[in-house]
């Protein structure tokens, strides 16, 4: 299924560019720092980045050639290719520090794409990694799992994804070989002007939850929507997110 930045935008990166300067926060990234950004959909964390060391000084992979394209058009001189985290197109320790934002869980092999990040960061550099916390129900999308739950019992939600869960990503970070491990929560608060606002982004596809709504038939999209729509309180509304983070060094 073809997938725009633009939808990406409106779903996920109202949360994940607010996100993105406490994630660099928490990996202690400065300026002369040569930077490595994993999975790096249409840049949220790209563009933080380019603030804090320059274009030049950031690489950046992901397996979605549109979400690459977005990627170069949105951050000119930052070096984009299309790769996975599993198969790094990059040198052995390379750069100062290889950051992963909201893209551990989503790995087709979260303990291989941690180590080819261990493998491209100079000795004593830093890995880190977060996801939100959908098994605590503290993500954003945490009121939208709770009213198909309330439909489906068993629907799958993303709460047995890698890294959703307290301590999970520290647990990987070190089955992969990191050492001096911190792990700690990074939290954000993004205003909805409307129902209309927080609920249009779930029916464009994006992610687990977009593939949720679009697989519905109408009646049954319709009751979803009612259902989160009395979940929510009245507009406008704020949305708070937390995830879980982890560094390591190499």
Known sequence: MFLSADSYDRFMGRYSVPLAGQFADFAGIE???RILDVGCGPGALTGELVKRVGALSVFAV????EFVD??????PGVHVEVASAERLPVDDRSFDAVLAQLVVHFMKDPLKGLREMARATRPRGVVAACVWDHAGG???LAVFWKAVRSMDSLAHDESNLPGTRKGQLAELFEEAGLTGIEDGTL?????HTSFEDWWTPFTLGVGPAGAHVTGLDPE???ELESRCRRLLPQAPFTISATAWAASGRA
């Open 220 to 222: 049954r999209r319709d």
């Open 187 to 191: 939290t954000v608060s993004v205003l």
């Open 31 to 33: 300026s002369r720092q």
């Open 62 to 65: 992901d397996p979605s050639h």
């Open 70 to 75: 977005a990627a170069r058009k949105r951050h």
């Open 138 to 140: 503290q993500g954003p």
